[in-house]
């Protein structure tokens, strides 16, 4: 604060000596410049008097020019005078002037003007003075006119004397303030140079003391001025650095536990002097005697109990690391006196100063333990991996044998449906053919859970219709559906993109399981089907959205405590659930296994009594808007528009009513929705008295089943048409209770679970809205013309397989020779002329691949190509990429389905006048993969 304060008086007095500088010079200028205008003043003066004693003869020879002349310039010397004597300059000096001077030179003037006046009046008498006279006048007038000039210069050379004193006295005047500020500036550097030497003696006094160790030094602080300031941080940089220092002890001291407690050995290379040092914990890693080994010894005996397989990399990498100065981390093998072997990880870091290394300091840490540890898992890896293949091949096997009787049996059965049966045959027959699907669906499941835990199921995402791959699967439950009573219904998103990409397989089978739960674990009521968006955005092409799909039921429900254990494998919810229900437990283990495969995740939420809800949270992709546009056109589905017709839903339940209510509105159309009848009897009439009544009218079956006679309240208010929604179990018998409506109202029938597009075509329909015509997309089989007859040649070791294959074939009219291994299939290529050949694989005296590469091998030479069916019982992953990288072209699993097997023989023969189609695009594929 004392600085400050000094500076500031300094820097204050400065301004004050400046301003007086400047003023006094000022003045001196102002003053300097009157001076001399006095001065310049009188010598004007003087002149002037000159002239006038110039004209003294001329005025005494009575000359009337010289008078006029006399008198001019005695006007003009009273005007200098009275100027002169008026003039500031003469004024300020005047004080400091003898006033007789100004006063002479009064009286001179009016003495002179006096006299020259007797002169001019004795001239103008008109006589002519006397020459002796004349030369008394003109001596008396030049003596006034010299007298008054002489006065005037002395008022001039005093002037110009007063003017240096004033000069002088400035200029001393001057070298006084300024040797003042001067004497004040010096006093004030000279105490601050003091303050500052003491203030720095006093720092360099504390900082030696420190940097000698005393951390207790500090500075004193007592006023607060500048150099307190700066004591006082200097004093709480002591203390910081204390603290450090105690916490590098501390860490010290903490580090030298854990390498005790770790048995962490700590080494230190000085570069500089090339002095290795090691502590306690490195002699007790090496088994050393700390005493008996100098710094000199240390790095040859290191060397000497490395391991000799490790001696060459670990002192390259070291000598690389000394010249390249960066972290050295390298793990070797020590062998001990006793031939016992340590496992070591040595790591070490430079340190620097201005840039440049002088000590490598690194640590030693025994990882014996760790290694072994490492050793035995990875033997416990290879025979979990051996376990692991042999479950596998196990299964791969399994598949084989059980598909291979199944393919019989199914087989069999195919043929005996078209033989003659009696009633009871035909029940025994059903029962067998339910038998053998159960068999092979839990087959399938088990086969499916094995590769998903095997991380062996790849997903195979394609562009996929959404509400087909949707509808597809929830109709095919419409019969299980049926014969519960159930009610199955269908809600999608009409918001949500038309085309995904997804795997479309994995995609249905979780939909499967799910309904296949729903359903078999609801006595009555209704199983829904719901498929949203999983945000409220709506997705942009190529990007991912998250898709829930949603299977909801009003079925026995789950207790709290027993939904997690449910997704385990093999687990229902209790003992009697599996007698009552049956199943083998893997539904919804294989679902919560396919989500997260797809990086979904699985969301139960259940009551018990009241029913099940199972959301299935799946992210899709987009497809780009070139691949989107394409696939739009190439749709062959018609755009509807409902041209904001009114349309009235009355509907119990919610997610239905709700479902239509956004189809509707998707499609342009305007709907209003109740669940109640008489509310939807209240809209109508209202609708009809405001002359805009509803064009249609939606309503579920149950409306009229638990109240038949609101058909006949519903005639008299509304008579267009009305599309009735009708559960899957719903008798066609049962359509006689709506007959009452259709005398004034034209009837459709919906059945659930119905899809966005059936509902529309019906809308339009009723309403007789023109809509494009749709082209037929695709065309069935039989419809394209006749099948030739084929030559084909079957490869199968399987009796009851060779015979419902050549049953099969037979009955389609091909020519059918049979082989039961390789070999033969072999030589019959190569002798005869066939157009497909059925190869199994796995056959005795030669494999079935085998023998199609030996084809293939042969068709190299003759530039032909056999088409070569699969037929195997192996479907584990892997199995299919097999067969093709093989040369088939085609991959069937067994059990054989004979459908199946029609559609891949019409892909590889040509129909009557076209050609065969490329062969390597051919892959049908009719089991898991």
């Not at 536990?257 to 050995?265: P, Y």
């Not at 026995?556 to 494998?569: D, F, N, V, W």
């Not at 002329?833 to 005296?845: E, K």
Request: proline share 4%; net charge negative; aromatic share 6%.
């Amino acid at each position: 604060m004392k600085i400050k304060f000094i500076i500031v008086i300094l820097a204050l007095l400065s301004l004050l000596v400046s301003v007086i500088i400047a003023t006094t010079l000022n003045d001196a200028q102002r003053t300097f410049q009157k001076t001399q205008e006095s001065i310049i003043l009188s010598y004007d003066l003087n002149d002037q008097v000159a002239n006038l004693n110039t004209l003294a003869g001329d005025l005494v020879n009575g000359s009337a020019r010289a008078a006029q002349q006399w008198q001019a310039n005695i006007q003009s010397v009273k005007k200098q005078l009275d100027r002169l004597v008026e003039h500031p300059g003469f004024a300020k000096v005047s004080k400091k002037l003898n006033t007789n001077l100004v006063s002479n030179v009064r009286n001179s003037f009016t003495t002179l003007t006096r006299f020259a006046g007797r002169v001019q009046q004795i001239n103008t008498r008109g006589s002519a003075l006397p020459a002796h006279v004349q030369v008394v006048l003109y001596q008396q007038l030049q003596n006034e006119t010299k007298l008054l000039s002489e006065q005037v210069k002395r008022i001039s050379t005093s002037l110009v004397d007063q003017h240096a004193i004033s000069n002088e006295a400035l200029i001393n005047r001057l070298l006084s303030v300024l040797g003042a500020f001067f004497s004040a500036i010096l006093i004030a550097v000279c105490a601050l140079g003091y303050l500052i030497l003491s203030k720095t003696g006093q720092l360099a006094q504390v900082s030696q003391r420190f940097s000698e160790g005393d951390n207790s030094a500090r500075l004193p602080v007592k006023n607060k001025t500048e150099f307190d300031d700066a004591f006082q941080q200097f004093n709480h940089m002591a203390d910081q650095i204390d603290k450090v220092q105690n916490q590098l002890i501390d860490s010290k001291e903490r580090l030298e536990l854990a390498a005790k407690a770790s048995g962490l050995g700590i080494w230190e290379l000085d570069l500089r002097t090339n002095r290795l040092t090691w502590d306690t914990h490195m002699h007790r890693l090496y088994e050393t005697p700390e005493a008996e080994m100098s710094s000199e010894d240390l790095y040859g005996y290191w060397l000497s109990r490395l391991h000799p397989e490790d001696v060459m990399a670990a002192e390259t990498s070291f000598k690389k690391a000394l010249e390249t100065q960066e972290n050295w981390e390298v793990e070797f093998r020590v062998v001990m006196p006793d031939e016992r072997i340590k496992y070591i990880k040595s790591m070490a870091t430079f340190e620097r100063v201005s840039g440049s290394a002088i000590k490598i300091i690194g640590g030693n840490l025994e990882i014996s333990a760790q290694r072994r540890l490492e050793i035995r898992l990875r033997e416990s890896v290879r025979l979990a991996t051996a376990a692991n293949d042999a479950k596998s091949a196990f299964l791969a096997n399994m598949s084989h044998e059980i598909r291979t009787p199944m393919n019989g049996v199914l087989g069999i059965i195919e043929l005996l449906k078209k033989t003659p049966l009696n009633e009871r045959q035909q029940e025994y027959l059903t029962l067998v053919t339910s038998s053998a699907q159960t068999l092979l669906t839990l087959l399938n499941d088990i086969l499916d859970l094995s590769k998903i835990e095997a991380g062996q199921m790849q997903l195979r995402p394609d562009i996929l219709d959404l509400e087909k791959c949707i509808e597809t699967v929830t109709k095919g439950f419409g019969p299980s559906a049926h014969k519960k009573h159930l009610n199955l219904q269908m809600c999608i998103n009409p918001e949500l993109p038309k085309y995904i990409t997804a795997d479309a397989t994995r995609l249905g089978q979780i939909l499967f399981n799910l309904l296949g739960n729903a359903i078999k674990f609801t006595p009555s009521g209704e199983v829904s089907v719901e498929v949203n968006f999983g945000s409220d955005s709506i997705p942009a092409p190529n990007k991912t959205f998250y898709l829930l799909l949603t299977v909801s039921d009003t079925g026995i429900g789950i207790e709290p405590k027993l939904q997690s254990k449910i997704l385990a494998p093999f687990n229902q919810l209790d003992s009697s659930a599996t007698r009552q229900y049956g199943g083998a437990g893997l539904g919804l283990t294989i679902v919560n296994q396919l989500v997260s495969l797809m990086g979904g995740h699985l969301h139960i939420r259940s009551e018990l009594d009241s029913g099940t809800s199972i959301t299935a949270r799946v992210p899709v992709l987009v497809p780009d808007s070139e691949r989107y546009e394409a696939k739009l056109k190439s749709d062959v589905r018609p755009d509807f528009n409902l041209q904001l017709q009114p349309i009235l839903i009355l509907d119990p339940s919610l997610i239905n009513r709700n479902w239509l209510y956004r189809v509707i509105h998707y499609q342009k159309g305007r709907a209003d929705s109740t669940p109640f009848p008489e509310e939807a009897l209240e809209k109508i009439n209202l609708a009809n008295q405001d002359k805009s009544p509803y064009k249609l009218l939606i309503l579920d079956w149950q409306v009229l089943h638990q109240n038949p006679e609101y058909g006949s309240r519903l005639q008299a208010s509304h008579s267009g048409p009305i599309i009735v929604q009708l559960p899957s179990s719903y008798e066609d018998e049962n359509l006689a209770a709506f007959k009452a409506l259709e005398q004034t109202n034209q009837l459709y029938f919906l059945k659930k679970p119905a899809s966005q597009s059936d509902l529309c075509t019906l809308m339009i329909k009723a309403l007789s809205v023109s809509v494009p015509a749709a082209v037929s997309e695709s065309c069935d089989a039989a419809d394209n013309g006749p099948i030739q007859v084929l030559n084909i040649l079957v490869a199968e070791d399987n009796l009851v397989n060779q015979t419902l294959i050549e049953d099969l074939l037979e009955e389609w009219g091909h020519k059918v020779t049979l082989v039961d291994n390789g070999r033969d299939a072999l030589e019959l290529s190569d002798s005869n002329q066939f157009d497909v050949i059925l190869m199994d694989v796995q056959m005795p005296v030669m494999d079935g691949l085998t023998a199609t590469r030996e084809i293939r091998a042969r068709e190299r030479e003759t530039n032909q190509h056999i088409p070569i069916i699969a037929l195997t019982a192996h479907a584990l992953k892997g199995d299919k990429e097999i067969c093709l990288a093989a040369g088939m072209d085609i991959y069937l699993t067994k059990p054989l389905v004979a459908d199946q097997l029609y559609e891949a023989l019409l892909s590889q023969r040509p129909r009557s006048g076209q050609s065969p189609p490329p062969l390597a695009d051919s892959n049908l594929d009719s089991g898991p993969a």
